[in-house]
């Protein structure tokens, strides 16, 4: 396990030797479809995982961001339900914007990160630390952004993928595009099924029991220019899965889950002079089943329909200056089997500014005042700058204050629930280092987050699989993160090789023996690595992926008996391309290549080694 570790640090090491080496000078452009996030978010980490690193990768956005970001998951086997543990956040603090709407279920807060499939997207961003202002609550940790990008230029394109593998896992998606200078269209279609009855790995004989899981989704993006100054744009997709969850024991009842997700909008823009004008409407429907028993057709059930409308005016007042207003309305509506027909409605209006003070200096400045009809009329704030120093070295800094309301499922859920549960603030400041050369960027970046009434869901006394939500009072969370990414070329040997590490202390304030002491939050690694080579020679291409968690707490009191260990994790694969003028790749993974055994959540067992094979065709 040492020598893994070892080497994923060498990997590091090896990057920064190699920049200090580099002699050519080259700032790396971001490219993000979102462009408030691209505007507003330059003193911030920004993280872009492109096309190529989605099709490298499992379908799941937890295993593709477990695999290339700082983000920690608590997933609940494969497949299960997942949730990700941001700059030493919780799963509800972390916000998944989906072409600039915030889809974080009303039930839970979070988004289910095993819920959601990549393929069906051009790119996802990755964005840390605060981001209420913009993306409103919940955004706390940090955001994750799906992005459907439109190209207005002739093309006709057709994209087929599809993966077999250990389990009977299938995976494929389908993607076309079809566009011209007038309009654009671009649909998507993906299914994901597998048995996962794998063996546990080592010397047992256990399988796991009940782990089956089907998802299948579409996506629709459509785009009309009016004419020069107008544009018309559809976004739209349906998700549709059921997953049976993994037994913890083998005398466990069988349970299984079944969500039903719709979202759409749609998107109307302007540009008169040196106004921007977007307006935006949108509906998102969620709902579920759980099957306490499958052997039963009883069943507890919940709904929400949630509409948004929102209107963002930009004014470039100069070609320094940019101003931006934005209000928005959002009302939902739930019911379901502990829900009777709550209603929740919140207004926001925002005005974000960023001003281009010299060539190498700028800043942006941002408020927020909320209105809610439950918790208050919070007001937020955000400002950010970065300074480039020299031609290779970047200084940002940026500070912000963030809100978070209780969930349906905080409030409802049966038997669980808390009806008294107060909303949580946030404060927090963040400095970020950039270094930067010809082919390699190197990114260090420390935060402090000082959390009041911190909104989480904890085991009941002595553990077991009883939940409930509390507030918890005082939660700080400090450290540091560092992103690397480096890609030489020696002839026509090309290679790529990222790297991310991240240091986390998230504590909250415990009362023991009559003294005030701060403890580790469950759930939430001290470190995390990961680590990434790529290399493609002529039509052949092949990777390696590394994955280490530390090990976490599982108690609020930090008891070390009931720790998780920590674990690493390898994937290698590699592919051909047979095509001349179009590409046929085929290709073949191994994952969890030393046979690891390990569990992200106590009882919560992961395959061992297991293989894939697939096809990814783009004519």
Not at 188 to 201: A, C, G, H, L, V
Not at 359 to 384: C, H, M, V
Not at 560 to 588: C, E, H, L, P
Request: net charge positive; hydrophobic share 30%.
């Amino acid at each position: 396990m040492t020598l893994r570790i070892r080497f994923a640090f060498f990997l590091l090491m090896l990057c920064q030797f190699t920049w200090a080496q580099s002699d050519s000078i080259k700032l790396k452009e971001v490219v993000v479809s979102d462009s408030n996030l691209k505007k507003y978010s330059t003193s911030q980490s920004v993280q872009v995982l492109n096309d190529s690193i989605l099709d490298r990768n499992q379908p799941s956005l937890t295993s593709l961001l477990n695999f290339n970001t700082v983000i920690y998951f608590k997933e609940n086997g494969l497949g299960m339900t997942s949730a990700p543990s941001f700059r030493g956040t919780t799963g509800a603090q972390t916000a998944v914007i989906w072409n600039g709407i915030n889809i974080n279920s009303q039930f839970l807060g979070q988004a289910d990160f095993n819920t959601i499939g990549t393929r069906d997207f051009n790119s996802i961003t990755v964005k840390a630390g605060g981001g209420s202002v913009l993306y409103g609550s919940s955004a706390i940790g940090g955001s994750i952004h799906l992005n459907n990008d439109l190209r207005f230029k002739n093309e006709f394109s057709n994209h087929v993928f599809f993966s077999a593998g250990s389990y009977n896992t299938y995976s494929a998606n389908y993607r076309t595009i079809v566009s011209s200078d007038k309009y654009s269209l671009q649909v998507s279609i993906s299914r994901n099924s597998s048995d996962n009855d794998f063996k546990y790995p080592g010397n047992s004989d256990e399988r796991n029991i009940n782990g089956q899981y089907y998802n299948t989704s579409m996506n629709t993006t459509f785009g009309y220019k009016i004419n020069a100054n107008n544009t018309l744009k559809a976004y739209s997709q349906f998700y549709d899965s059921e997953r049976h969850f993994s037994l913890t024991s083998p005398n466990a009842s069988k349970t299984k889950y079944n969500d039903f997700n719709t979202r759409n909008l749609l998107e109307w823009e302007s540009q008169l002079g040196r106004f921007t004008s977007k307006l935006r409407a949108a509906h998102i429907g969620e709902s579920y089943k759980y099957f306490p028993s499958i052997t039963s057709n009883n069943f507890t059930y919940g709904k929400v329909e949630t509409s948004i409308i929102k209107y963002d005016l930009a004014f470039d007042v100069n070609d320094k200056i940019k101003l931006n207003s934005i209000v928005d309305y959002s009302r939902n509506k739930g019911y379901g089997s502990s829900i009777d027909n709550v209603k929740r409605e919140v207004g926001t209006a925002s005005l974000l500014l960023h001003h281009l003070l010299t060539e190498k200096w700028d800043y942006n400045a941002s408020i927020r005042q909320e209105i809610t009809d439950n918790y208050g009329n919070p007001f937020l704030f955000s400002f950010g700058t970065k300074y480039d120093f020299t031609s290779f070295y970047r200084l940002k800094f940026n500070a912000s204050k963030n809100f978070r309301m209780p969930t349906y499922n905080d409030l409802f859920w049966e038997r669980s629930g808390n009806p008294n549960l107060k909303p949580e603030t946030s404060y927090q400041a963040e400095i970020g280092n950039e270094f930067f050369r010809k082919n390699f960027t190197l990114s260090i970046t420390a935060y402090y987050n000082s959390i009041k009434d911190l909104l989480r869901w904890v085991p009941g006394e002595g553990g077991g699989d009883v939940w409930a939500p509390e507030n918890t009072d005082k939660v700080r969370a400090y450290g540091a993160e560092v992103l690397v990414e480096w890609k030489p070329k020696f002839g026509q040997n090309n290679f790529t090789i990222n790297g991310t590490y991240a240091y986390t202390v998230s504590e909250s304030q415990q009362l023991i023996k009559n003294e005030l002491i701060y403890k580790q939050l469950i759930y939430v690694p001290y470190h995390k690595l990961t680590g990434s080579v790529a290399y493609n020679w002529k039509k052949l291409s092949s990777y390696f992926q590394y994955l280490y968690n530390g090990e976490v707490y599982t108690t609020p009191f930090n008891n070390r008996a009931s720790k998780i260990k920590d674990y690493n994790v390898g994937n290698i694969g590699v592919d051909y391309d047979f095509g001349a003028k179009n590409s046929y790749k085929i290709g073949f993974q191994v994952l969890n290549l030393w046979n690891e055994n390990y569990q992200p959540v106590t009882s919560r067992q992961m395959p061992g080694r297991n293989y894939t094979i697939y096809i990814n065709l783009n004519f």
